[in-house]
């Protein structure tokens, strides 16, 4: 079992919808990171967050760390957002990230 | 967008032969790492590096070896290249640490190697 699940693996979405993408992890973190990868292969940090929830524009990250449980919310959708979501922790006292298999999200006008 | 560079950016060898990477960044940051992405896994920690001359494994190093002679460049260099080791590699940067803390890791645009 990986240490970072993702779900869900694909998501398709109209135009205007709000989307939900789910990680779960299995060890100590200290942090835990949100990151979006394009078609073209470029890998950009949207997010890091250790407590609550943080907002950029449509984009919120929650987390809740007695639950080992983060999502990812896109409100209002658009064609753009289409991408692979990937969620990765940092393991506690170690310099290291782990990191999810990614959410393939396509958002069709 | 941070300034890393990855070099070459598409790669075709033939197995058995040496390949090295480089990633250059400019942002003076201490911690480098070196990641493969292969499909149905996630991205995998080959090898990073701390400091100048100051480098630990990954989860995924057999075959790989890293070298960082100064703070700008952090070299991967497989060896003798095998199939397995197609795959597209990522280099990260990330600054010093605060205790406890973790830090936003700021990605090459990578580098796609083909091993025949």
Known sequence: KNEVEQSPQNLTAQEGEFITINCSYSVGISALHWLQQHPGGGIVSLFMLSSGKKKHG???????????????????????????????????????LIFGTGTRLQVFP | DAGITQSPRHKVTETGTPVTLRCHQTENHR??????????????LIHYSYGVKDTDKGEVSDGYSVSRSKTEDFLLTLESATSSQTSVYFCAISAPRTSGVGDTQYFGPGTRLTVL
């Open chain 1, 58 to 96: 449509r984009l919120i990250a929650t987390i809740n760390i007695q639950e080992k449980h983060s999502s990812l919310h896109i409100t209002a959708s658009h064609p753009r957002d289409s991408a692979v979501y990937i969620c990765a922790v940092n393991v506690y006292n170690t310099d290291k």
């Open chain 2, 31 to 44: 911690y480098m790492y070196w990641y493969r992405q292969d499909p149905g896994h996630g991205l995998r």
